[in-house]
């Protein structure tokens, strides 16, 4: 019975995954199939002529759209009507502030510049001696850092995801010598945070103490066979 409880915990954590990421792909077709494919003309929908429908058909639609209107909007005409659309947004109280920042938010997360998340780091939060995993937005310098570095400290922008949902979270400012940084990487830490902690990356500890004390170890071992110690060795 023990032999079989191993064999299915193992299926399990093989076959989980699998399953669930299929399922969630196949939910975002169906999706995407149920808001295109009525945009199809019927002569050009392949549904219309097999006992079967297709599935994946209209997101293959929707990605030839966006491909044609990216393509539209890169030549001067097509950016010349981007430009016209955006300006009657512009005008409309509620949607344009939601225009404008849903197209900021995809912009940044979609390019690859120095604006978007650069590190994970360690800070004190919701009190002191409690930490969170944060990841560190920007040091870029607005009007928040100018007035909060006014104490003498240089404070950041750092992102405070929740969990198991690292989408929603908190904005905070934080002084710089209150946040440890971390090694880990963005992948990493997102895994640490959804997983609440359970899957969490292998870390080998190097400390500047650790360093010192095997120079010193080595320097003395050269003195006892007048041998000089290199400095490949003392790296090592």
């Known amino acids: 019975m023990l032999r079989l409880r191993n064999y299915f915990l193992a299926g399990f954590i093989v076959s989980a995954p699998l399953a669930i990421t299929a399922y969630l792909a196949w939910s975002f077709v169906g999706w995407v199939d149920s808001w295109m494919k009525p945009l199809i003309p019927g002569r050009y929908n392949p549904d219309n002529y097999l006992p079967f429908a297709i599935p994946g058909l209209g997101l293959l639609f929707a990605l030839l759209l966006i491909t044609l209107v990216g393509f539209l909007a890169a030549n001067i005409i ?37 604006d978007t ?100 170890a080595l320097s003395a071992r050269s003195q006892e066979t007048d041998r000089v110690v290199t400095p490949e060795e003392i790296e090592k």
């Open 78 to 114: 097509g950016r010349s009507i981007v430009n016209v659309g955006e300006s009657i947004v512009g005008r409309m109280p509620l949607v344009r502030s939601i225009y404008h920042g849903l197209k900021q938010i995809l912009e940044t997360v979609l390019s690859h510049k120095k």
């Open 117 to 216: 998340f650069r590190k994970v780091a360690l800070i004190e939060y919701p009190r002191k001696g409690l930490w969170s995993i944060a990841y560190v937005s920007t040091d870029k310098y607005n009007e928040a850092t100018a007035k909060l570095n006014r104490n003498g400290k240089e404070h950041v922008a750092v992102f405070l995801p929740s969990t198991p949902n690292p989408t929603t979270g908190y904005l905070l400012y934080v002084p710089r010598e209150d946040m440890l940084e971390l090694d880990m990487s963005l992948e990493e830490g997102a895994k640490l945070i959804i997983s609440a902690g359970i899957v969490a990356p292998e870390y080998e500890e190097k400390t500047e103490e650790l360093a010192r004390l095997a120079a010193a």
